[in-house]
């Protein structure tokens, strides 16, 4: 059951969204239930390796984001060789299709985009050894009627993020430098983002966190009229990867603006995520329990 400070964050963050974030933000108080049944026709030219790029919203949606996240995605495929095939369609999420692809990236997904089925054969697909990306509103919605999905998937539950400014510079700090997606990065950089908060911070939950945000170098509050709420979280992590069963999860809350999507710190982060993702050999998961 989702906490009453989250649903009182979400319900405060669905105002400020419904009110400066134009007519797609109505999904957050409207959240659809739309569901396909038909999966889409997947080119005989996609071969392994190969990356699923979805996209579907059926709560908030990234307009400009999502497209930005595809191109830098589909570039960073094409470098390495590798197919690439984008939907929006849930449907996709059957044993047959999902056994065509070697990673799979929720590119600022949100609301409930997959049936009862559905659900069933992602959790197989991803715990039997699969790999997962999960990027910016794929972890920042508290409209899921999963549990799974926060809990196992993201490993955090979503609950504010930074209003009045909603996007502000900050200092993003690297803890594992070994990893994949942050071994070109430099130690520590700026970033300008809309920094979300999370009921509590993932380091108990058996993640490995990748960056944090340094929260003296931003203003950690949701403020908005007369509601002005303290969303520091003291430890902030913001990147992160774990293991679900077998499968290699990697997860970015950066990445609301399509400019992100320019920098050579996006760049690097998402191109190495790739590359763990893709590989069950950069993750000890063989062990992990499905």
Known sequence: MMSKRVSRSAGLLGLSLLLFGGCSTLRVFFPSKTYETTAPEVPSTIKKPAVLLYSKTNGFRHDEAIPAANALLTKLAAERGWSVFATENG????????????????????????????????????????GAIAIHGAGGDSSYDWDWHPENFIRAQFTMHTMGPQFQDATAIVENADHPATRELPATWTHNEEWYSFAESPRDKGVD??????????????????????????????VWSHCEGRGRVFFSAL????????????????????????????????????
């Open 209 to 238: 966190v990748l960056v944090r945000v340094d929260e003296r170098t931003y203003d950690p509050t949701f403020s908005l009229f007369w509601m002005d709420t303290d969303i520091a979280m003291g430890d902030h992590p913001v």
């Open 91 to 130: 449907a996709i999420f059957n044993p047959i299709d999902l056994a065509r692809f070697t990673v799979v990236v929720w590119n600022n997904t949100s609301g409930d985009t997959l049936n009862p089925a559905q659900k069933k054969d992602w959790q197989a697909w991803l715990t039997s050894g699969g």
């Open 255 to 290: 990445g609301h603006q399509a400019a992100a999507y320019q920098s050579a710190e996006m760049k690097a982060l998402l191109g190495g995520a790739l590359d763990w993702a893709a590989d069950p050999a950069l993750a000890d998961c063989e062990s992990e329990d499905t």
